[in-house]
C-alpha cells in the first residue's frame, strides 16, 4: 500500500471554536492540541502541520482542581542573575489571562520548529468576543 502524503493546497483546514468557560485547563489543552496537530483527521501525518484552526474564548475562566490554584507554579528567567521568576496559577490567571492556556497548549505540541507552526493555528482570548466570526468556526465540545 503506497502512502499519501497531503500538499499544502490540498489540505482543507477547519476552523473551531472551544468555550473554555468552568472547563479544566487539562482537557480543554488535550482537545486544542490533538486538533491542532491535526489527529481529529484520516489523513494525519506526525510530520505535517496540517490540523485545523482553534478559537478558544473565556480563557479567563478555566479551572484547576485541588490546591493547584496556589501550588502550581510557573517559573519565567529573565537572563539577569538571581532573576528567576515564580507565578503561581491564580497570580498568572490574574496579570495576564491568557497565559497559562497558551502554556499547555505549547507544552503539548512537538518540539521545534514543527511546533511552533502549528501554535499559530490556536487562537486564545480571555473574554467571549473574537475576531474571528467571518471564518464560521463550529463549537467543538470539551
Not at 489527529?39 to 474564548?57: E, S
Not at 473565556?58 to 507554579?73: E, H, I, P
Amino acid at each position: 500500500m503506497k502512502t499519501l502524503f497531503v500538499k499544502d493546497y490540498e489540505q482543507k483546514r477547519d476552523w473551531y471554536v472551544i468555550d473554555a468557560a468552568g472547563k479544566p485547563l487539562g482537557r480543554v489543552a488535550a482537545k486544542a492540541a490533538a486538533v491542532v496537530r491535526g489527529k481529529n483527521k484520516a489523513t494525519y501525518t506526525p510530520n505535517q502541520a496540517m490540523g485545523d484552526f482553534v478559537v478558544i474564548i473565556n480563557a479567563d475562566k478555566v479551572v484547576v482542581t485541588g490546591n493547584k490554584n496556589d501550588d502550581m507554579l510557573y517559573r519565567h528567567y529573565t537572563g539577569f542573575v538571581g532573576g528567576l521568576r515564580e507565578y503561581s496559577f491564580a497570580k498568572l490567571l490574574e496579570r495576564k489571562p491568557t497565559e497559562p492556556l497558551a502554556r499547555t497548549i505549547y507544552g503539548m505540541l512537538p518540539n521545534g520548529r514543527l511546533g511552533r507552526k502549528m501554535f499559530e493555528s490556536v487562537k486564545i482570548y480571555a473574554g467571549s468576543d473574537y475576531p474571528q466570526k467571518a471564518q464560521n468556526p463550529k463549537p467543538l465540545e470539551v
